[in-house]
């Protein structure tokens, strides 16, 4: 087995991402008052909680955090499992009047972030709607665009972005690149 082509971000890399994120978050939103952190499921609630620790670090503010389970929302939800399986949506908090970051780990073609928004609508009126991923791979189906990225990193339809967080995956941080047909044989 081959194993990745390459390492895009490093644990200490992916630390600095979302660190710079945070600053970002916090300069166009002038603070950190009235702002909520929503993760997708399954690698953007780690991150979400990583984004609202350093925030909070920074100015000094609690930032609610979230996590949304966008699987019924998908438009591909037929081709994606005869039985999906249902993860919990819990936002603990009213989005009212807030800004909501959604964050994610990969913003590949835009289907994921268009079901989070329908998802997150169904919860209530924000003030706003800002997108942060810690990696943005190109390949959009739909116009979309993150506010905050970690990574730019151009790839092929043939590659897989693969992301590792100590949280969901145990071991360091991560983000790799990878050849789809490698994958495929590494996860046999």
């Known amino acids: 087995m081959s194993g990745p082509k390459a390492i895009i971000l490093s644990d200490d890399e992916t630390r600095r991402a979302l660190t710079r994120i945070a600053h970002e978050i916090v300069e166009r939103n002038k603070g950190a008052d009235k702002l909520a952190l929503i993760g997708i499921h399954t ?19 609690d930032v609610p955090t979230g996590m949304l389970d966008i699987t019924l929302y998908r438009d591909d939800l037929s081709e994606v ?9 819990q936002v603990p908090f009213d989005i009212s009047q807030r800004r909501v970051v959604l964050v994610d780990d ?35 189906e739909l116009p979309i665009r993150a506010d905050y990225v970690g990574k730019n990193l151009p790839t092929a339809s043939s590659e897989v972005v693969k992301v590792k967080l100590h949280e969901t995956d145990g071991g360091m941080d991560s983000v790799e690149l990878w050849d789809l047909t490698d994958l495929k044989a590494e996860l046999k």
Not at 81 to 89: C, F, K, L
Not at 119 to 138: C, F, H, K, M, T
Request: hydrophobic share 45%; no cysteine.
């Open 81 to 89: 499992a005869h039985q999906p399986i249902i993860r919990e949506t």
């Open 106 to 140: 990969v913003l590949y073609t835009g289907r994921t972030v268009r079901a989070a928004l329908d998802a997150l609508i169904d919860l209530g009126r924000p003030a706003g709607i800002q997108l942060a991923v810690l990696v943005d791979r190109g390949h959009r």
């Open 43 to 61: 690698r953007g609630i780690p991150l979400a909680t990583r984004l609202a620790a350093k925030l909070s670090e920074l100015e000094g503010v």
